[in-house]
């Protein structure tokens, strides 16, 4: 008992820490230079949410409406500024380290590897662009729809297979590509599962 409650404190360090690294980290790079067409794009676009307009029906979207829905709510709790504008990011940041943290940890690698390798890839994801941008977005839940197959595969689990579904149409709201091929490659795997897995007796 006393052995895992000292193994759930090293877990907690762990989150701690990625969370510090992956979110301070990206804020400083956020800060650093302007893209002005996608910055000022997605910036606009969540402030036209919050202002009760609509993708679509009242101004155009180039890909899907998740970023400015989700960027409409970081304004409405942080008010409209190049802050709230940089949090979106480190946040996501922030989730897909530590969802990558919990994945390694479910393939038995060990805590302290899985926390170097979570940190890498919080200084190289989010931070290379520092702003809510919608190919990361998509990207990031690609690999997580990813990951989630890869866990039902391995552990049986079917909140993963649950879960796939509802990942991947995120990304497809965040941007069609590369979500739609992430689609396709995992419902062909998935259909190779089955039939190879799936016992007609």
């Not at 907690?12 to 956020?30: A, C, D, E, K, W």
């Not at 009760?52 to 304004?75: A, E, H, I, Q, R």
């Not at 552990?155 to 509802?166: A, C, H, M, Q, R």
Request: hydrophobic residues 50%; contains cysteine.
């Amino acid at each position: 008992m006393q052995l895992a409650g000292i193994r759930n404190k090293e877990i907690y360090l762990h989150i701690l820490i990625i969370l510090l690294i992956s979110v301070l980290t990206n804020q400083y790079y956020g800060y650093i230079g302007v893209n002005p067409i996608d910055n000022f794009t997605i910036y606009n676009s969540g402030f036209n949410v919050l202002n009760n307009k609509m993708p679509f029906k009242d101004y155009w979207t180039l890909t899907g409406p998740f970023l400015d829905l989700t960027k409409s709510v970081f304004f409405r709790l942080l008010g409209v500024n190049w802050f709230a504008y940089v949090f979106h990011a480190s946040l996501l940041n922030f989730v897909f380290s530590i969802a990558t943290y919990f994945t390694f940890l479910k393939f038995k690698l060990k805590k302290n590897y899985c926390l170097i390798y979570s940190i890498f890839l919080s200084l190289i994801f989010y931070p290379t662009v520092g702003t809510p941008f919608v190919d990361f977005h998509a990207s990031m839940f690609s690999i997580l729809g990813l990951y989630c197959f890869v866990l039902a595969v391995e552990t049986n689990e079917e909140k993963y297979w649950f879960l796939i579904p509802w990942i991947l149409t995120i990304g497809f709201l965040s941007k069609q590509t590369p979500t739609s091929y992430m689609v396709i490659i995992i419902s062909f795997l998935s259909i190779y599962y089955f039939f190879t897995k799936f016992n007609f007796k």
